[in-house]
Every structure is written in structure tokens, then in C-alpha cells.
């Protein structure tokens, strides 16, 4: 069973950064595919990131350039570097976690979710 908890979530003004991390319990960070998605009340859940066991990353279109996908195996933690946010980055973020043979964007490939942190963007 992999456990995993974010946080660094936070208020912030449109232009800045913030990180959020996922410390992964149960498992080595290394043995599962990683990633990052995103949800608005009201809409679905939405991908934003992911890093392979391989350290492939991939990327939704909307955060290319701005936002990093990283981890550290000593720590057994996953990162998400945000720079520049917008308003439009403004929802709820879940560290996810897939233990099967292929990776992918899609959301019912995720075993393991987070509890999720808000960030909001404000204008």
C-alpha cells in the first residue's frame, strides 16, 4: 500500500511560483509512476504531470515551460515546481501514483491518490 501526502499549497499572486511536494510512504518513490493532476469544482480531474520510474516526464499543454515535475529518491518525494502561475492554475492538487507496467495521462491509471492542496492564484 503506498501512502502519499502533499503540501506547499498556498495563496499566491499571478506571475509567482510555488512547490509542492508529495512525501510517499509504503513504497519507494522509484517503483511507481508519479504524477500531478488538478480539479476544479465542478469539473474533472485533469492531468498536469507525471515522471516515469524511468525519469520520462511528461506534461499537460497548459503547464509546458512553467511547471517542473521532480523527484528525490533519498527523500521518497515527488515535487511540482510551479512558475508564472495564472488565475486559470487556481484548483485542488493531487499527488497520484501507478503501479502498472506502462505510464500515462489517464486518470483511471492512478492506483493511489493524495488528499489533495489547494493553490489559488489570485489576479
Known amino acids: 500500500q503506498v501512502q502519499l501526502a502533499e503540501s506547499g499549497g498556498g495563496l499566491v499572486q499571478a506571475g509567482g511560483s510555488l512547490r509542492l511536494s508529495c512525501a510517499v510512504s509504503?513504497?519507494?518513490?522509484?517503483?511507481?509512476?508519479m504524477g500531478w493532476f488538478r480539479q476544479v469544482p465542478g469539473k474533472e480531474r485533469e492531468f498536469v504531470a507525471l515522471?516515469?520510474?524511468?525519469?520520462?516526464?511528461e506534461y499537460a499543454d497548459s503547464v509546458k515551460g512553467r511547471f517542473t515535475i521532480s523527484r528525490d529518491n533519498a527523500k521518497n518525494t515527488v515535487y511540482l515546481q510551479m512558475i508564472s502561475l495564472k488565475p486559470e492554475d487556481t484548483a485542488v492538487y493531487y499527488c497520484?501514483?501507478?503501479?502498472?507496467?506502462?505510464?500515462?495521462?489517464?486518470?483511471?491509471?492512478?492506483?493511489?491518490w493524495g488528499q489533495g492542496t489547494q493553490v489559488t492564484v489570485s489576479s
Open positions: 497520484v501514483a501507478n503501479r502498472r507496467a506502462y505510464y500515462s495521462n489517464s486518470v483511471g491509471d492512478y492506483d493511489y
Open positions: 509504503g513504497r519507494t518513490v522509484s517503483s511507481h509512476h
Open positions: 515522471i516515469s520510474r524511468g525519469g520520462n516526464v
